[in-house]
């Protein structure tokens, strides 16, 4: 990301949780995982876990039209927001399930 300059040395490592936090859910979804729920707060544990991050966002939702979805399946979006110190980054993940 163009926005990643504006990283300081120690806050890079951080600043991996937002794609790893994506293709943790990828990973529960290919695994059978349905509930959005779940998958949301995997994803907001992993990215809490690292220091420097404040999590704007982590949504879960139908990719087509972006409402929200009781059940995975279809076309879905992962999306999230994260600040890493100062840097708001952004991230998502578009799937067909």
Known sequence: SSRNVYLKPEERPSALTLSQALELGRAMIEQGERD??????????????????SIDYVQICNGDDLSDLDTVQGRVLLALAVRVGTTRLIDNLLLEV
């Open 36 to 53: 959005p729920g779940v998958i949301r707060q995997a994803m907001i544990d992993h990215i809490q876990a690292a220091p420097f991050t």
